[in-house]
């Protein structure tokens, strides 16, 4: 099983971008669903997660007001609404599943299903 990350493109700072994760198969209305993107040369980051129950929202600071995290279980998909978009948002994108306790959404340890995400490229 994996999350299929997409809606990735190049865009211009300021520009709007929204990503989807859908499974290739299964369910996921049971799981935290978390956004973690990479840049070259850096270690992958947190960026949001909505909870599997209640739909509580957490992001990082450097994306809160820009982006939006949302979950539709009847088609089985999360989203990513990215406004705002900065040259420091470039990086791959990928979404993963989580049923970690709360004080462990941030780490990308604590998420699987990964597949192979998307790229997003902001310009200056």
């Known amino acids: 099983v994996q999350l299929q990350a997409s809606g990735g493109g190049l865009v211009q700072a300021g520009g709007s971008l929204r990503l989807s994760c859908t499974p290739s198969e299964r369910t996921f209305s049971n799981y935290d669903m978390g956004w973690f993107r990479q840049a070259p040369g850096k270690e992958r980051e947190f960026v949001a997660t909505?909870?599997?129950?209640?739909?509580?929202?957490y992001y990082a600071d450097s994306v809160k007001g820009r982006f939006t995290i949302s979950r539709d279980n009847a088609r089985n998909t999360v989203f990513l609404q990215m406004n705002s978009l900065k040259p420091e948002d470039t990086a791959v994108y990928s979404c993963?599943?989580?049923?970690?306790?709360?004080?462990?959404?941030?780490?990308?340890?604590?998420?699987?299903?990964w597949g192979q995400g998307t790229q997003v490229t902001v310009s200056s």
């Open positions: 909505i909870r599997r129950s209640g739909g509580s929202t």
């Open positions: 993963g599943a989580s049923r970690v306790a709360l004080s462990g959404i941030y780490f990308a340890r604590n998420y699987y299903y």
